[in-house]
């Protein structure tokens, strides 16, 4: 039997993006083709997710750390001993020396666009993903892109003669189109994510502050949810801003928390200069909440019509997005129902299923199906 090891090694405790979409993705990749064995190599803290692994799967425990050197060398000599078929690695660093044909996925290429990043830490870490990213496109089998934006990026900076190995697997979500406790008014805009530079939270801040002045003070609470490294100097902002009361910072919250506030949101607030595929887009529309974006990169073209676009680049836009969808419900409703046809286009399953051919697409190039 066909043998296929997919690296599951960055599903972990605190969920975020890319282990969302491992743990929505590989069950349905396993369950859809009985005809393929397969090898999950599991976060050892992660084994109870895995035990009700289909008949045709085996987990495999490894302790060697995702996105971090020391797989370069581990993760090949594991790889000899299983001898897989194909190897499939869900990020856009993949091991150097990886002796069998792989897949691999390239969400964004943020880091080697955009300038600057915060500190030399992370000018280290883009320095060494863009040594690692290149190699991989070099000797992968297919390479996985979330968006046309992202596929376009990627040729962009790694050079379009890579672009035969690039297919465009778009992300999913679990569409709901209702509310869960009708009895939440919504209370606050929401912005979901982090605080690196493509977040484009400095001018999220600013934008606000221009729409509170024009409201005189009456425009909603924003809502700041994600792990934010630099915390201290965006509410330094804000205060500078006059809006350090109204402007809330959540931190991480759990996953049922983060559905709340989602439930009692008026819109979600993603104003992003570039995104690799900009998944609380669905999330919100799938929850029957508006939103305003970018009208850039992949936050348009996952968004299409169905949210209010702004130019990232200019707080007026932006303000004047805050302003428009937190004053006019007319236009709210318009959006939530453009928003339940949109989500319609996404689905886990349909992931599952581009990404399981683009599996057997590389397998029969090796001949190993």
């Known amino acids: 039997m066909t043998h296929v090891v997919l690296d599951t090694r960055s599903l972990r405790q605190q969920r975020d993006g890319l282990a969302n979409y491992i743990e929505e993705l590989v069950p349905r990749i396993v369950s859809a083709a009985p005809d393929l064995e397969f090898t999950i190599l599991a976060n050892p803290s992660q084994m109870t997710f895995w035990t009700s692994a289909a008949p045709n799967s085996r987990v495999l425990p490894c302790d060697c750390r995702p996105m971090w050197p020391a797989q370069h060398w581990r993760i090949p000599l594991l790889l000899r001993r299983l001898s897989p078929d194909l190897y ?13 044909p792989f897949i691999f996925v390239i969400q964004d290429v943020i880091s080697h666009e955009i300038r600057p990043y915060y500190d030399n830490l992370d000018r280290l870490k883009t ?27 990627v040729t962009s900076v790694f050079g379009h003669r890579l672009g035969h190995k690039l297919r465009v697997v778009p992300l ?7 509310r869960l406790d ?36 009456r425009l909603p609470n924003l809502e700041l949810v994600g792990a934010l ?46 995104e690799g595929f900009g998944l609380p ?12 974006t970018s009208n850039r990169s992949a936050c348009a073209e996952v968004a299409d019509t169905a949210a209010l676009l702004v130019d990232p680049y200019s707080t007026d836009s932006i303000a004047n997005g805050l302003l428009t969808i937190s004053t006019d ?41």
Not at 281 to 292: D, F, G, P, T
Not at 341 to 366: H, K, M, N, Y
Request: charged content about 20%; hydrophobic content about 40%; glycine content about 6%.
């Open 88 to 100: 499939f690695y869900p990020v856009h660093d993949p091991p150097l020396f990886c002796p069998q």
């Open 229 to 274: 490294r630099h915390q201290a100097d965006l509410q330094e902002r804000a205060g500078r801003e006059g809006v350090g009361d109204s402007v809330q910072f959540r931190g991480h919250v759990s996953r049922p928390d983060l559905e709340a506030m989602y439930q009692s949101a008026i819109a979600l607030v993603f104003p992003s200069v570039a």
């Open 281 to 292: 887009i669905l999330e919100a529309m799938s929850r029957s909440v508006a939103v305003v």
């Open 172 to 178: 999913g979500t679990t569409p709901s189109h209702s």
């Open 127 to 153: 320095a060494y993903t863009r040594v690692v990213t290149a190699a991989g496109l070099r000797r992968a089998s297919m390479v996985l892109c979330s968006s046309h934006a992202t596929k376009t990026a």
């Open 182 to 217: 009708a009895q939440i008014l919504p209370s606050h805009l929401l912005y979901v994510g982090t605080d690196l530079p493509q977040k484009n939270l400095d001018r999220l801040i600013s934008g606000y502050a221009k729409a509170q002045r024009q409201a005189k003070g």
């Open 329 to 369: 419900a007319a236009l709210r409703q318009d959006l939530v129902r453009r928003g339940h046809s949109r989500v319609l286009a996404f689905s886990w399953d349909q992931c599952a299923a581009t990404t399981l051919d683009v599996i057997r697409e590389a397998l029969r190039g090796t001949d190993g199906c």
